[in-house]
């Protein structure tokens, strides 16, 4: 069983930097397919990023540049760094991890999940 946690979330003004971490329990981060999605109110749940068992991403358009997706397998957490942020960027931040969606950004082919942490960028 895959159990994940995240943290690291706050509130930042835009311009900043954040980064929140999902600590994964039960297996290694790295033997998995991970990704970060995000929420915001009224909205669908969008993949930020994705990583695959090798250490290569893909990011949506909207983060490229701007994020950095990574694992760390001593201590088998997933790290999602937020640069340059914007308020668009203002969303509940998600882990999720498959055994086959490697570099996938589609939420619905994942099958384990985090509680989320909240982002907040203010202007």
């Known amino acids: 069983q895959v159990q994940l946690v995240e943290s690291g979330g706050g509130s930042v003004q835009a311009g900043g930097s954040l980064r929140v971490s999902c600590a994964v329990f039960g297996y290694t981060a790295s033997s998995l397919c991970m990704g970060w999605f995000r929420q915001a109110p009224g909205k669908e749940r969008e993949g930020v990023a994705a990583i695959r068992r090798d250490g290569s991403a893909s990011y949506a358009d909207s983060v490229k540049g701007r994020f950095t997706i990574s694992t760390d397998n001593t201590l088998s957490s997933l790290t999602l760094q937020m640069n340059s942020l914007k308020p668009e960027d203002t969303a509940i931040y998600l882990c999720?991890?498959?055994?086959?969606?490697?570099?996938?950004?589609?939420?619905?082919?994942?099958?384990?999940w985090g509680q989320g942490t909240q982002v907040t960028v203010s202007s």
């Open positions: 999720a991890a498959d055994w086959l969606a490697c570099g996938s950004r589609r939420a619905d082919e994942y099958r384990y």
